[in-house]
T-cell receptor, first 113, second 113 residues
Framework: AQTVTQSQPEMSVQEAETVTLSCTYD???????LFWYKQPPSRQMILVIR??????QNATENRFSVNFQKAAKSFSLKISDSQLGDTAMYFC??????????FGTGTRLQVFP | SQTIHQWPATLVQPVGSPLSLECTVE??????LYWYRQAAGRGLQLLFY??????ISSEVPQNLSASRPQDRQFILSSKKLLLSDSGFYLC????????????FGQGTRLTVV
């Protein structure tokens, strides 16, 4: 069963603008970990940001920030001041228990000049 | 520092031929190891994971198998490839005692012809 859902197959944004990628998930656990990964054309998976569910404060990494809504099981990624190098596939992922890392289907982001 | 090696990078195999993809990790002990498959334009599907030597969990019934003969070695195999086995295969590891992110190999692009 799909436990991580990314409802936006493709998104586009103009350079320097802000874009938000959506992610929802299902879980019965109280404590877990959420991640956003970036996959550029090189196909290398790169961690963008992570969030621990027991922390209420939203994680931030430079231009990347998340909006973590635990009750709604929502974990969106905001990219500010978009750059051409942000063009990539973005995957939301959840650590399930201590063993599994489950990914969503991805959102393809295109940044236009 | 920890590194992960995955090979080969590209592979073209005829239908019905065997497959062996290898993944090795350096600089860590007792990692959780994972095999994912990414079909064209789609997300990452978890195929197998392992929490220790000889311990393999299969997520999706299919034509593939996995083995972990050594602590830092994870092998994906098939006795007879199908056309549907084509895709991009990624190996990853996570420290089992630390809920941090997964680290990925460079991937193998497998084309079954």
């Amino acid at each position: 069963a799909q436990t991580v859902t990314q409802s936006q197959p493709e998104m586009s944004v103009q350079e320097a603008e802000t874009v938000t990628l959506s992610c929802t998930y299902d879980t019965s656990e109280n404590n877990y970990y959420l991640f956003w990964y970036k996959q550029p054309p090189s196909r290398q998976m790169i961690l963008v940001i992570r969030q621990e569910a027991y922390k209420q404060q939203n994680a931030t990494e430079n231009r990347f920030s998340v909006n973590f809504q635990k009750a709604a099981k929502s974990f969106s990624l905001k990219i500010s001041d978009s750059q051409l190098g942000d063009t990539a596939m973005y995957f939301c992922a959840r650590r399930k228990g201590t063993d599994k890392l489950i990914f969503g289907t991805g959102t393809r982001l295109q940044v236009f000049p | 520092s920890q590194t992960i090696h995955q090979w080969p990078a590209t592979l073209v195999q005829p239908v019905g031929s065997p497959l062996s993809l290898e993944c090795t990790v350096e600089g860590t002990s007792n990692p959780n190891l994972y095999w994912y498959r990414q079909a064209a334009g789609r997300g990452l599907q978890l195929l197998f994971y392992s929490v220790g030597i000889g311990q393999i969990s299969s997520e999706v019934p299919q034509n593939l198998s996995a083995s972990r003969p050594q602590d830092r070695q994870f092998i994906l195999s098939s006795k007879k490839l199908l056309l549907s086995d084509s895709g991009f295969y990624l190996c990853a590891w996570i420290l089992s005692v630390d809920h941090t992110e997964a680290f990925f190999g460079q991937g193998t692009r497998l084309t079954v012809v």
